[in-house]
């Protein structure tokens, strides 16, 4: 029996349609649960020499973790952090990239209580000012293979809460513990704690930065139900196999990569495939996907936007089974190719840093509608809504939202606990029994949700309302656009013009007839209305560090006085 079953009571092949398993979804757990103990030491317990993950260097240098193995690991990094006076409640930053050391560091700070805060390799000095000082960060454990122990050094005197720094891979750095070796020092047996020490499953178990698209990130809290909330994602999105091999591309710095390298893969007991590189590359990816035999494979669109435009006829895609994406509305476009180089879907899912999966395309039972976000997940009460918060009819266009009153059973497994010293930014997205995404959706007539755009990201244009994703969508159709983002610039007869910023493919360049060419192929797959009138191209698109579009810095230029030719 796969270990999820204890929680959810049948095999996720056991339900016969959406209203049974909307109707008889429900997940149970003691007040106990703590997944490192839960689900980890037992599936080693049980098959101790079962594949857990396969971890490939930059160079192709493999290393194999077997579920008994990364068991004992998590004791010996339990037994680390303990010998360095962290404990329950504490903060311990992590800056691991996608180094193996991640994972056996999570399930340890898991099994003391401390609180594990994932962080990217790619922060400046003043980004770990912030995040050290406004998260209270005890102790940090950093990748040996960057710069980054410089970067921290570099503001040593302004960290207010920070003691210990740990670094990896042998970097002798002076003030920085030494991990490896003291960690080659420590027990692999470590007791349960019990009494004040236990956890409990509402105790605080991670902290994540969010994307931080227009302002500096706010820090997300999640119990220890929080892994339980992706038994939706690993098990039934991601459709991982007992025994499969799954790989999703995300670098551990960001809370996609306990989506898709952690909790919902190992509660369906397949091993996870983890690719360190150090940049990526569309055909490395895809000579991957082939090498490894990888079974069920995950990426945001940005990079199914890139493999799609190359050639499939050199890779073998037979192992493959299953393909999901998020992180950003897919283009429908992206969907079409990817289905005829592979002859599979690609099933989408939408949820946030506050949450798990809240909606997609996850029932075997049911075809991706392309375009389409999919349906509400079980346990989740999806509503969309205006202004006022009043729910709307279906076809209108509002915020999505998901309700957290007493009505629904108050909050879903997998939603955040709220901001981290922010009260007055929790109960500005969190009232009145609804979480705002701010993300805004319509629904229509069958419950299907189809994406529009960000709250702040909805163009107002001669009275229209227009979303940047589906202007978007039509432009990623034309052979010359690679990436592109639509937003909005301030014009005095509309309000706002549709702008489009482009990066081309390989093979065009800027001109008039281009330009005339784009807007005229918009005009010719969507509302004429909606067609940008501003087009500008450009080398790259501004993103966040976790890779997200910054429309918001788009239009600052915009609003500044940029160039808009």
Not at 135 to 147: A, L, N, P, R, S
Not at 233 to 261: A, C, M, N, P, Q
Not at 523 to 532: D, F, G, I, L
């Amino acid at each position: 029996m796969p270990i999820y079953e204890e929680f959810i009571g049948r095999h996720r092949d056991d339900y016969a349609t959406f209203e049974d398993l909307s109707r008889n979804y429900k997940v149970s757990y003691p007040e106990t649960f703590n997944f490192a103990y839960d689900v980890l030491d037992k599936i080693a317990a049980r098959t101790p020499d079962k594949l857990a993950m396969l971890w490939v260097s930059n160079d192709n240098v493999s290393k194999r973790f077997t579920f008994g193995e990364m068991s004992l690991l998590s004791n010996k990094a339990a037994n680390f952090f303990t010998s360095k006076g962290i404990g329950k409640g504490d903060y311990v930053m992590l800056v691991l990239k996608r180094g193996y050391e991640f994972w056996y560091c999570m399930m340890g700070l898991h099994k003391i209580g401390a609180v594990a805060v994932q962080a990217t390799h790619l922060l400046t000095a003043k980004d770990y000012v912030y995040r050290m000082n406004s998260g209270g960060i005890k102790m940090v454990v950093m990748t040996g293979d960057d710069q980054c122990t410089e970067h921290v050094d570099e503001a040593l005197d302004q960290y207010e809460t920070l003691k210990l720094r740990a670094v990896t891979r042998g970097k002798n750095v002076p003030g920085w513990i030494d991990f490896d070796r003291e960690f080659e020092l420590q027990s692999d047996v470590f007791e349960r704690p019990t009494g004040e020490a236990a956890t409990k499953v509402t105790d605080i178990m991670t902290m994540s930065f969010s994307s931080g698209t227009t302002g500096y990130p706010k820090m997300v809290l999640h119990d220890h139900s929080y892994p339980l909330g992706h038994l939706l994602t690993g098990v039934f999105w991601h459709r991982v196999e007992d025994g499969g091999l799954h790989f999703t591309i995300s670098d551990t710095g960001w809370l996609k990569s306990l989506w898709g390298k952690m909790y919902g893969q190992w509660l369906g007991e397949s091993a996870i495939f983890t690719y360190d590189f150090e940049k990526f590359s569309a055909t490395d990816i895809l000579q991957k996907l082939d090498q490894y035999k990888i079974t069920t494979f995950c990426a945001p669109p940005t990079m199914y936007r890139f493999m799609i435009k190359e050639d499939f006829s050199k890779y073998d895609f037979s192992s493959l089974k299953h393909c999901c994406t998020a992180g950003e509305a897919l283009n429908p476009e992206v969907y079409s190719q990817w289905l005829k180089n592979t002859n599979l879907k690609i099933f989408e899912g939408f949820g946030q840093t506050e949450t798990t999966l809240v909606c997609g395309t996850i029932y075997p039972w049911m075809l991706p509608r392309l375009g389409s976000m999919g349906l509400q997940t079980p346990g989740n009460n999806i509503v969309v809504v205006d202004d006022e918060g009043n729910e709307v009819e279906s076809g209108v266009t509002g915020e999505i939202c998901i309700r957290t009153d007493d009505e629904v059973g108050g909050k879903p497994i997998g939603v955040f606990r709220g901001y981290y010293r922010d009260e007055s930014a929790t109960n500005r997205s969190w009232h009145d029994g609804l979480y705002h995404t701010g993300d805004t959706a319509y629904r229509d007539e069958m419950g299907f949700l189809w994406y529009v755009g960000r709250v702040d990201d909805v163009i107002k244009s001669s009275g229209y309302r227009i979303g940047p994703f589906e202007v978007e969508s039509a432009l990623m159709e034309h052979p010359s656009v690679l990436e592109c983002a639509v937003t909005g610039v301030p014009d005095p007869d509309r309000g706002f013009a549709v702008k489009a910023t482009i990066v081309l493919s390989k093979g065009y360049s800027p001109s008039d007839e281009l330009t005339k060419a784009l807007q005229s192929h918009v005009k010719s797959v969507t509302a004429p209305y909606k067609y940008p009138r501003i087009i500008e191209y450009v080398e790259a698109l501004p993103k966040t560090i976790s890779g997200k579009i910054r429309r918001v810095e788009i239009r600052e230029k915009d609003q500044a006085g940029g160039d808009n030719s």
